[in-house]
Nanobody, 122 residues
Framework: QVQLVESGGGLVQAGGSLRLSCAAS????????MGWFRQAPGKEREFVAA????????YYADSVKGRFTISRDKDKNTVYLQMNSLKPEDTAVYYC???????????????WGQGTQVTVSS
C-alpha cells in the first residue's frame, strides 16, 4: 500500500503561482510513476501531468504545457507540481496518484491522495 498526502493548495490571483507537494509513504521503494489530476465541480477528473519513476520523462496536458512543471525527489518520496501563470480555469481539486507505469489516464493509477483545493481568482 502507498499513502499519498497532497499539500500546497490555496487561493491565488490570476497570473500567480503555487507549488503543490505530494508526500508518499508505505511501499515507496516500488518504482511507481506519479501523476497529477484535477477535478472541477461538475466535471470529470482530468489529467494534468505525469512523471516516470526515474524522473527522466514528463508528460503534460495541453492546457497546462509551458505553465506547469512536475518533478520528483526520490530521496524525500515527494512529487511536486509547480504551477505558474495560473488562470481561473485552473480552479479545481488537485489529486496526486501513483501507478505501476506512467499514463495519462486516471484508470492507470492504483493509489490516490485526498486532494488539495486550488482556487484562482480573476
Amino acid at each position: 500500500q502507498v499513502q499519498l498526502v497532497e499539500s500546497g493548495g490555496g487561493l491565488v490571483q490570476a497570473g500567480g503561482s503555487l507549488r503543490l507537494s505530494c508526500a508518499a509513504s508505505g511501499r515507496t521503494f516500488s518504482p511507481y510513476a506519479m501523476g497529477w489530476f484535477r477535478q472541477a465541480p461538475g466535471k470529470e477528473r482530468e489529467f494534468v501531468a505525469a512523471i516516470t519513476w526515474s524522473g527522466g520523462r514528463t508528460y503534460y496536458a495541453d492546457s497546462v504545457k509551458g505553465r506547469f512543471t512536475i518533478s520528483r525527489d526520490k530521496d524525500k518520496n515527494t512529487v511536486y507540481l509547480q504551477m505558474n501563470s495560473l488562470k481561473p480555469e485552473d480552479t479545481a481539486v488537485y489529486y496526486c496518484a501513483a501507478g505501476g507505469a506512467v499514463t495519462t489516464t486516471k484508470y492507470g493509477y492504483d493509489y490516490w491522495g485526498q486532494g488539495t483545493q486550488v482556487t484562482v481568482s480573476s
